[in-house]
């Protein structure tokens, strides 16, 4: 479910369902535990593409950057209206940084 | 404006949970109900909620939803025939904050355990029995609109 692309340091993630829930939570969690685990420790989440996302969807996520730990990082991007509203009701908008676009998010990336 | 309802029968899969919330969302939109989005996450917690607990991920349980749309609410009444945990969820439900987490401490952050809070955070009155072996979960938003 994920479409990847390495810009220098960082890997690019672009999720290509328009759902992320309960039955595809666990495949986006396996998913970005394979990047992580290849060395990738700082990860772009494109959700330009997910018009909705329930908690277990979020779970998946917040795993991950569980799993980076201290050592890296995990940016969302493009997360639209209902995604940004899931992230805000559970605060995680306070947690994840979060940019309008993945260029963007590569950017910022670049320049810090 | 007159009052409509719709009520889906649906097998306790996240597939079909995938379905009725997609079409909770389309009727929500059809009817100029706002805030569309939260509703459809706060039934799709709901229904997760059945699938996993009461029905124990067993897939092969039914799921009654009926949903009732007027000038003012909207409202569910979710029944599953599952565990009896009536009591407990009452509870959880009465009681459901968002998980507390340390913003600085990224082992702290909660995995799971936020959709009650979600259900709550969207719907105005959150209230569940347990009747004839079946738990019932009714939920209420009330509608605000612009005229």
New interface residues.
């Given amino acids: 479910m994920l479409e990847t692309e390495k810009h220098g340091e960082a890997l690019l993630a672009v999720v290509k369902e328009r ?1 992320v ?3 595809v939570a666990v495949d986006l969690k396996r998913e970005l535990a394979d990047a992580i685990s290849a060395g990738n420790d700082l990860l772009i989440l494109d959700l330009s593409g997910v018009d ?1 996302m ?3 969807g ?3 996520v ?2 991950s ?2 799993l ?3 050592r890296g990082d995990l940016v969302i991007a493009g997360a639209g ?2 995604v940004r ?2 992230f805000k ?3 995680m908008d ?2 994840f940084r979060m940019f309008d676009t993945s260029q963007a998010a590569l950017a910022a990336i670049a320049g810090s | 404006m007159q009052s409509d309802e719709i009520r889906f029968t649906i097998c306790s899969t996240p597939e079909a949970v995938a379905l009725v919330t997609t079409s909770v969302a389309a009727v929500c939109r059809a009817r100029g109900v706002d805030g569309a989005s939260l509703v459809e996450l706060a039934i799709a917690e709901a229904l997760n909620n059945i699938v996993e607990h009461a029905y124990e991920g067993r897939g092969d349980d039914v799921i009654e939803v009926l949903m009732r749309v007027d000038a003012h609410e909207l409202r569910f009444e979710i029944v599953d025939a599952g565990v009896s945990s009536t009591a407990e969820l009452a509870r959880l439900m009465s009681e459901a904050v968002a998980p507390e987490f340390d913003l600085h401490d990224r082992s702290t952050l909660p995995e799971g355990g936020m959709g009650l809070a979600l259900i709550r955070s969207v719907m105005d009155t959150v209230d569940v029995t347990r009747r004839d072996e079946r738990n019932r979960l009714l939920l209420i938003r009330k509608l605000v609109r612009d005229e």
């Fill in positions: 759902r829930d309960a039955r909705f329930d908690s277990s979020l779970g998946a917040v795993s950057l569980k980076l730990g201290r209206e209902s509203a899931l009701l559970t605060r306070k947690v």
